[in-house]
């Protein structure tokens, strides 16, 4: 079955005449859709079904983008043109297939290929707002929906019973352009590697010297030295994903380049024993060659083709060699754990959030102990490549704009950021301070790095799934040299979200949206032998070899295909995360009667004293505070059961999604746990949006639960278990700590985040609780600091 992406599209147009400028503000966009009436259809295409979106608005379980039409600027007298613009990034579709005919003239989505029209009755939901488009007549080679034949724009008689909708592959069309992407022109030369030609060298991963080349026709081609220089190997070691240049001993590869004897004596070899005794015929493509050391790929730099004949090209030098210096991910043996030292030494004010593989995300900074995000005003190549060099991978391969990894939080420390490319670090480029009017975090500036290749997804792959993104996952092992490659299942026990992040991130998937400990629904493979049990990630690990397992000794319980470890991947994940201000503001202590209690004493939300009071009489004493739980991803959270699986309880009457969404903890300074309490997600819903987004999910009815990107789910101070029993809590300086999704049901691009931590005093009948903030949101000074705090001596907060 194909691996489809479905993509649903709104027209929004302008109302009287031209805009002033493109429209940024989103709170201007009205819902709408196009009417399918009248399409013209063609027979014979199977479809997957899903449903027309409203903006910002995802199917359940799924990270299908909406496309909304945004008028631009156009001609004075003229109509303002539909512009295409994708709110958020698809992956595959995997829905049960219909059979429909397909419209003729298919709407072109951004990008992608149309596969074809489905029928709104096939959609489980419809949108509400106006209809823009009725009778659309396409001959297919429109660049936008606007441009095809239509009744006019918002003349129809439709209702939102037949509003249009779209599948496309998942494939981009040759030559697209997103505009929040900036990317390098690869005009001239497209591929270039380092082949290795010492012997020892050729199976080691990652390559880090050989001789430069690059793709000719079917094969591969080798560049001049002569006028190589260091700024010539920075760029070519920046393009393999090495942050810098070393020095290379060129007289030693002179011998590989020299023609050899087809009968070589063994002293012949002597000092050329580890030289690949083969002879490469010779086949320069490039020479002149003259970057400055700032370029992303080499096609930037100045250089000239070889014409005619080269059999006597290069007379005067030899093939281009270069030596890589690998950053500390991609640094094996005690050389890696001395520079893992030298880090944790002198901590790096940068790092990256919120992406799926190593050497991309979110760019944030660390300025006054405290982490922030960088505006994306003037954000480019040169930029983003002092950032990756800075942390230890290559050049940047693409510099992202408007959030694309998600947005941040907390202070935007750096805007207008113009990098030379020669800088050793962000903070060294001209920038500017900014103001809270200057940018938001929709405006999060982002990046992708050039990494090394590790060959990790050469061993392992998934099988028997419906797509490329799920399936049952298999292992390579025996892997060494010599040894024949043979494919094994892993044992699905204890086999959770962690470890199918690492399979995901390993195979190049994106983020896991579920772990699977049982896969006898994919059972389709011959693989059948249980060859890997005991594996346990901390999720962060680039391949599964990584993480902690049994080794060679099995030890599985049920070693039946039916009980090997599965995923299913998603190029989307959400991210969940605690507004930390409103703990603070909204914290007290309630005496509460036991006779007030009965309910949340089933829900076990009391200390375990509470089963011996004297019920009904008696009273527990209760932190309360409100938590304002924000979905600041790229898909919605959903919960990890369906609607038939959850839980319904009688006393509160409400169903339960998960069974713990949430802990609640009072610790001592030293970490020590002294009360404690759980909130199950009784009702995952959007109390509130952003000013752009619509709400998705409501509890009421028995509805669908979730928070929708760009929305918050509140939970009051004053509803049951949104407290701490702390009726056994002696007098003392405290640590109060808000953990969500703790045991990591749902697939999350970040965990770090889900922890929140403030520090409170209790005299035994008032609490301060103060300094709230998210984990990961300080600096690890500032951190160790917190957890040292060695109290108040009286109620006044500095």
Not at 79 to 85: F, N, T, Y
Not at 263 to 283: C, I, M, P, T, Y
Not at 353 to 361: N, Q, Y
Not at 539 to 554: A, K, N, R, T, Y
Request: aromatic letters at 8%.
């Amino acid at each position: 079955m194909h691996a489809l992406q479905q993509w649903a599209v709104h027209a929004l147009h302008g109302a009287g005449g031209c805009r002033a400028a493109p429209v940024r503000a989103r709170a201007e966009v009205q819902q709408a859709a196009v009417c399918r009436r009248d399409a013209v259809q063609a027979p014979g295409c199977v479809l997957h079904a899903g449903t027309v979106e409203t903006p910002h608005q995802l199917l359940p379980h799924s990270g299908f983008p909406s496309l909304h039409v945004w008028p631009q600027l156009c001609a004075r007298g003229g109509l303002p043109q539909p512009r295409v613009q994708l709110v958020s990034y698809p992956r595959a579709c995997y829905m049960p297939a219909w059979p429909w005919p397909c419209a003729a003239g298919t709407l072109p989505a951004p990008g992608g290929c149309c596969m074809g029209s489905v029928p709104s009755h096939l959609w489980p939901w419809h949108v509400a707002g106006r209809i823009w488009l009725d009778n659309v007549n396409c001959a297919g080679g429109e660049k936008s929906i606007g441009d095809c034949k239509h009744r006019g724009w918002g003349n129809s008689d439709c209702s939102h019973e037949e509003d249009a909708g779209v599948i496309c592959k998942d494939e981009r069309i040759p030559g697209f352009k997103d505009s929040n992407v900036i990317e390098t022109e690869q005009s001239h030369v497209e591929e270039v590697r380092l082949r290795p030609v010492v012997s020892g060298a050729r199976r080691r991963l990652p390559v880090t010297e050989g001789i430069v080349e690059v793709r000719y026709k079917d094969g591969w081609a080798q560049i001049c030295d002569e006028g190589w220089d260091t700024k010539n190997s920075r760029v070519i070691c920046g393009m393999m994903g090495f942050p810098a240049e070393k020095k290379v001993n060129r007289n030693f590869y002179k011998l590989a380049s020299k023609s050899q004897p087809k009968q070589k004596r063994r002293e012949d070899v002597g000092s050329r024993k580890r030289l690949f005794a083969e002879r490469q015929q010779l086949n320069y493509r490039l020479h002149s060659v003259s970057c400055t050391g700032t370029e992303v790929h080499l096609s930037m730099c100045t250089f000239q083709f070889y014409q005619g004949n080269t059999s006597t090209a290069c007379g005067a030098g030899m093939p281009a060699v270069v030596s890589c210096l690998p950053g500390p991910l991609f640094t094996s043996g005690s050389t890696h754990k001395k520079k893992q030292r030298q880090q944790q030494q002198g901590q790096l004010r940068i790092r990256l959030k919120g992406g799926a593989k190593a050497g991309e995300g979110r760019v944030e900074v660390l300025k006054s102990s405290e982490w922030g995000t960088v505006c994306d005003d003037r954000w480019n190549l040169l930029s983003a490549s002092v950032v990756c060099r800075e942390l230890g991978f290559g050049s940047a391969k693409e510099a992202l704009t408007g959030a694309r990894m998600g947005q941040g939080t907390g202070p935007i420390h750096l805007n207008e950021v113009q990098c030379l490319g020669t800088e050793k670090s962000l903070w060294s480029c001209p920038f500017k301070n900014i103001t809270q009017e200057d940018c938001k975090h929709t405006e999060d500036a982002a990046v992708r790095c050039n990494i090394p290749y590790m060959g990790y997804e050469n061993l392992i792959r998934l099988s028997g799934g419906r797509s490329r993104f799920e399936g049952r996952v298999e292992v390579a092992v025996g892997a060494g040299d010599g040894d024949e490659l043979r494919w094994g299942l892993v044992c699905g026990e204890g086999w959770g979200t962690l470890e199918a992040m690492v399979v995901c991130r390993q195979l190049g998937l994106g983020f896991a949206n579920h772990g699977l400990q049982e896969t006898w629904y994919w059972d389709a493979s011959n693989v059948t032998e249980m060859v890997l049990s005991g594996v346990k990630c901390a999720g962060h690990e680039m391949s599964l070899s990584h993480c902690q397992h049994h080794g060679s000794s099995l030890n599985c319980r049920n070693t039946g295909t039916r009980f090997a470890a599965g995923v299913i991947c998603s190029e989307t994940a959400s991210d969940l995360l605690l507004h930390a201000p409103l703990v603070q503001e909204t914290a007290y202590i309630e005496d509460r009667p036991l006779h007030m209690l009965y309910c949340a004493a089933e829900e076990n939300c009391l200390s375990s004293s509470a089963r011996l009071a004297n019920w009904p009489y008696g009273h527990r004493r209760l932190l309360r505070f409100s938590s304002q739980i924000h979905n600041n991803g790229r898909a919605d959270f959903r919960p990890k059961a369906g609607r038939h699986s959850w839980v319904w309880h009688e006393c509160h009457r409400h169903y339960h999604s998960m069974d713990i969404f949430t802990h609640y903890d009072i610790l001592t300074p030293n970490g020590t746990k002294v009360a404690e309490g759980h909130k199950a997600s009784f009702c995952l819903e959007d109390t509130e949006c952003e000013e752009d987004v619509a709400k998705r999910y409501e509890c009421a009815n028995f509805g669908e639960q979730g928070i929708t990107v760009g929305c918050w789910d509140l939970y009051r101070h004053d509803i049951d278990c949104q407290w701490i029993d702390i009726t056994d809590v002696k007098p003392g300086n405290y640590i109060l700590q808000v953990v969500i999704n703790p045991n990591f049901e749902v697939a999350e691009s970040d965990f770090t985040n889900n922890a929140m931590k403030c520090n409170c005093k209790y005299d035994g009948h008032r609490i301060w609780v103060h300094s709230c903030h998210i984990g990961d949101a300080l600096s690890e000074e500032a951190s160790k600091r917190f957890e040292q705090y060695p109290g108040q001596l009286n109620n006044q907060i500095s």
